[in-house]
């Protein structure tokens, strides 16, 4: 597979990956509602995507270097199909349930979250340094198609069940991973400098704003 391959499956990731943030807008709040669950309790769960991200983040440059950026990818884009899935049956549980679900679904979410970001980050820097500023252009792209497309998706709701949107986006992402791991090919090797770094100059550079 070739470069336009390869970086359509990287910014598709990142689709999936954003619009698995929104696409839960047009239903969640009725099915919390008519669970008797309380909003604090709602705001608790969503706040565990980013912490999740900010625990796992220190410890995956180390994972992503020993088991490779390719394999890191393709499970961010099997932990965003799972996130998914797992909310499908919510409107038919309990309560506890419902939360139980729901956490699950975030903690798989932050994980995914963390693995793309962290590794299309890297495979942009290794692979593209000439291009660096216009595959960070796309990439804000992206992420911004898939923020827009998530609540789209979401309104077909109402016309299958939230099961069904969910169960098919779902399954979606996780078919995608098969064919992304041919269309991301191969990376340039990672390399690790243990030399230090006097972040002292970095901070004190002037910087000229227009």
């Known amino acids: 597979m070739g470069q336009l391959a390869k970086q359509s499956a990287l910014y598709a990731n990142l689709i999936f990956l954003c619009s698995s943030f929104t696409i839960v807008f047009s239903f969640y709040p009725g099915v919390v509602d008519s669970k008797g669950i309380e909003l604090w309790l709602v705001g608790l769960i969503f706040s565990l995507n980013p912490i999740i991200k900010l625990i796992v983040t220190p410890f995956?440059?180390?994972?992503?270097f020993r088991i490779g950026r390719k394999r890191v990818v393709i499970t961010s884009i099997v932990l965003i199909g799972l996130s998914i899935i797992i909310l499908g049956p919510i409107e038919y549980c309990?309560?506890?349930?419902?939360?139980?679900?729901?956490?699950?679904s975030r903690l798989f979410s932050g994980l995914a979250s963390a693995c793309a970001f962290m590794s299309i980050t890297s495979i942009f820097v290794t692979d593209y340094p000439e291009k660096v500023i216009t595959m960070m252009g796309r990439m804000e792209a992206s992420i911004g198609i898939g923020y827009t497309i998530g609540p789209i998706i979401g309104m077909s709701i109402h016309g299958i069940k939230i099961i069904g949107t969910l169960m098919f986006f779902g399954f979606l992402a996780i078919l995608f991973a098969p064919m992304a791991w041919k269309m991301l090919g191969e990376f340039r090797q990672l390399k690790i400098s243990?030399?230090?770094?006097?972040f002292l100059p970095i901070l004190l550079k002037p910087v000229l704003n227009i």
């Open 94 to 104: 309990d309560r506890a349930t419902v939360i139980a679900l729901s956490i699950l």
């Open 60 to 64: 995956l440059g180390r994972l992503m």
């Open 194 to 198: 243990n030399s230090k770094i006097n």
